[in-house]
């Protein structure tokens, strides 16, 4: 069965560090997401992203995150200068189209030190 | 703007009971609504949908849900619980505006007692 794909599963980082989270989504799908989940807390959205452009998001994508397809397969989403509050789950989502469920990967846990 | 209610935080129930859990939404149109299950470390996986028709909807698992307009509920169940279905459950909804994000809510802990 097709799957959505994340690496790494953790990530452990220092405060004002850049990193990448990857996720390879379904191969079919066009619609791609991220979302994060702060510890104990609920599932947030933070961006959708269709035709190579970001297409929706939230108050919490800010300007220190960015996504990019930079490839046919992978999506990616970088947190230019970690802050402790970004220690959290994310979880990358992929759709075959937008008024359908999606597809969530197994998350990565990101723990900013 | 559309939002999702889970009532209750955290549900204990034995291992053979029923279970039902809560789910209330506010939307403008006829919602798109999902149960999610997320076991601890692990991703969310999907249980069931709600697009349109049959207001019961089965899922995997064993569970099923039945969308109540008249109430906004889109409720949970499953006649007979397995200590395996110790979760956090998250029902969600599909968001306004066409970029297909959903709105997750707060969530349910099930623990299942022996």
């Known amino acids: 069965e097709p799957e959505v794909t994340q690496t790494p599963s953790h990530q452990v980082t220092q405060m004002g560090q850049e990193v990448i989270l990857r996720c390879v989504p379904i191969?079919?799908?066009?619609?791609f997401y991220w979302y994060r989940q702060i510890l104990g807390q609920k599932v947030e959205f933070l961006v959708s992203f269709y035709n190579n452009e970001i297409s929706e998001k939230s108050e919490i994508f800010d300007d220190q995150f960015s996504v990019e397809r930079p490839d046919g397969s992978n999506f990616t989403l970088k947190i230019r200068s970690t802050k402790l509050e970004d220690s959290a789950m994310y979880f990358c989502?992929?759709?075959?189209?937008?008024?359908?469920?999606?597809?969530f990967g197994q998350g990565t846990r990101l723990t900013v030190v | 703007a559309q939002s999702v209610t889970q009532p209750d935080i955290h549900i204990t129930v034995s291992e053979g009971a029923s279970l039902e859990l809560r789910c209330n939404y506010s939307y403008g149109a006829t919602p798109y609504l999902f149960w999610y299950v997320q076991s601890p470390g692990q991703g969310l996986q999907l249980l069931l949908k709600y697009f349109s028709g049959d207001t019961l909807v089965q899922g995997i698992k064993g569970f099923e849900a039945e969308f109540k307009r008249s109430q906004s509920s889109f409720n949970l169940r499953k006649p007979s619980v397995h200590w395996s279905d110790a979760a956090e459950y998250f029902c969600?909804?599909?968001?306004?505006?066409?970029?297909?994000?959903?709105?997750f809510g707060d969530g349910t802990t099930l623990t299942v007692k022996p």
């Open positions: 969600a909804v599909l968001g306004e505006g066409g970029a297909g994000k959903s709105t």
């Open positions: 989502a992929s759709k075959s189209s937008p008024n359908t469920e999606a597809f």
């Open positions: 191969s079919n799908h066009l619609y």
